[in-house]
Each structure stands twice: as C-alpha cells, then as structure tokens.
C-alpha cells in the first residue's frame, strides 16, 4: 500500500523546503452534472531553511565546501523530520544556483548522501511550469503565475514559460539592500528582450518567499499560517505601503518583522522593486499570492502534453480527385 504522506525538496538559491503533504479529495464544486472526485495535495509540513548557494556564486562561481557542508546539515534535519513522520521522499529538484554552479556533481554527491535521494537539476522553463501546475490544482486556469526566487524569476500562463535570471538574492548582491537609481537602468536592460505577449491583464499569483515574507508584513502575521495566505489578494496602493513601511525602518527593526528572519530582511525589499517592475509591465492592478510552488507541483503526475494542431497543406499538394493522387504540374518542352 502507498504511504499516504509523500514529500519533496526544494534547493534554492536563498532557501531549501521540505514538503511533506497528502492527497485529498477536493471540495465538491457546484455543478448539476455528477463528477468524479478530484484529489488535491493538502501540505501537512512545511519547513523552511535559510541556504544561500546564490552567494557562492555571486562571489565565486561555485558552491564552497563550507556551504556544501551547511547544506548537508540541512537535508540531515529534512530527512530526520522525514523518518519521524514515515514520509516518502518522491523528488528533490534543484534551480538556478545549482544551474549556475560549476561544481554541480560535488553537491549533488552531498545531497544524495544526506537524503538517500538523489536530486535533479532542473531548468528555468521546467521550474516555470511545474509551478502553474501547482496553482492550476488550487485555482484552476486562466492564470499568470510569477515565481520570485533568490536568483530567478519564473513567470507562466499554462502555455508560455519563462525564466528571467533575476532573483532577490542576486539583486542585494548587485545593489545592496535598497536599489538606487542604477534600478532605472537595471530593468530597462532587463526588460530589453523580453516579450510578455498573453500574459498582460490576467489575474496574477504571486509564488515564492517574496510572496509569503509580503503576506506576513501585510497581515501582521508572527507565524505561517498557509490557509490565511492562500488566495490573499493584494493592489498596487498595499504593495507601494508595505515597500514604504519596511523601507523605513533600520535593519535590525526589519529583521523583527513578520516574515522577515533568518536573512529574508535583506533581500526583501529589492524583491518587492523587482515584483512591482514586473506587475507594471503584465497591466495588472491587483495579484493574489498562493503558498503553493515548485515543491508542489513535484508530487502531480504528469500532464499529457496536448496535441500539436495539423499544418496546413500547401494549396498545390492538395487532392485532386477521388483517386487521391497529388497533383502534378504538367512538364512543358519537347519530347525528345
């Protein structure tokens, strides 16, 4: 019989999540016609570890031996937490650092030590996806998803994924922990190349410990609470408030904050610059934030891609008569 309890890993480049979750049936949705159940993953631990591989990279290209060595300690609590509670471990992905990283082997060989699993190094466009799939379960579609992370941002409409090589992390790192006026510059170069046809206008999810740091400052809330956050809807004006109150306060007041321990005070604010820039360009003015992630969208069976639609044929490879033969341009000239 399968465990009931399945569980992921995320490596990111600020954080590392354990999710230990289990699926179950959704509630009925009102409609005449009967339908069948529809199981959907309900998280019944969420850990999160501060990891920062996004600085060994900023700064060195590569994942340090002393950074390898506080990521084993880490995955060592996750798979304690793991044996406690008879969970599954199904996946452990790893992102953008780890796809920066020139050492990648090295740390992977840790982690599978660590965890008995070994982890996988996934790309942008995949992160994006498995991330809508995950807010697609909750909310279903016709959605934008925007994940904020410390060294990337993936955004998705179910259709086109993208992943833009800005995170909050690399963003501190770059400007400190307050963009100056060298943030005009930034994003005008960033935003260079980048097309967000069918994606404006749409309602918005905002994934990713930005998200979830903004929630708590927004609610006033001391501790996670997933249920009080999932679907909060927030507007521009909130946003613009927030930024303002936390922009305001020293670093030490910021750091006492909901939300904003173990680190997430430096780098909160320039991922909040970087969220409004991105919500400017998709037109919207309002987003709703969801606790749901990558971590999530690990344990959903895959989708059944949907089938190309049928090219059309070019006008003189068209039938002719009921016999289906192609017609053939008649040859002009001499017959010799």
Known sequence: MENKLQATIDIGSHSCILLIAAFEVAPAESSEAPVAPRKILVPKLQKVEVCRLGEDIYEHGKITPERI??????????????????????????????????????????????????????????????????????????????????????LSNGETTFSIPVGALKMFKAMGPIPGPEYKKFIKETFKDLSFKGMTKKPVYLIGGTGTALAMVFLNSQTFDYKAIEGLEMSLADLEAVTTRITNLSKELRAMLPGLGNGRHEVIICGLFWLRSLLEKLRVETFKISTAGLRFGLLYPPEKEPEPKPKKRPAFLKKTDATSETAIPEQVGDDK
Do not use: C
């Open 69 to 154: 060595q506080e990521l084993v300690n880490i995955m060592t609590k996750f798979r304690m937490d793991l044996h406690a509670l008879g969970a599954d471990l199904k996946a452990v992905a790893m992102t953008e650092a780890m796809r920066k990283a020139t050492n990648p082997d090295e740390v992977i060989e840790a982690v599978e030590k660590a965890v008995w699993v070994k982890p996988r190094v996934i790309t942008g466009e995949e992160e994006g996806k498995l991330t809508y799939r995950s807010v697609k379960e909750w909310h279903g579609e016709g959605n934008v998803t925007i994940d904020i992370g410390g060294g990337s941002t993936e």
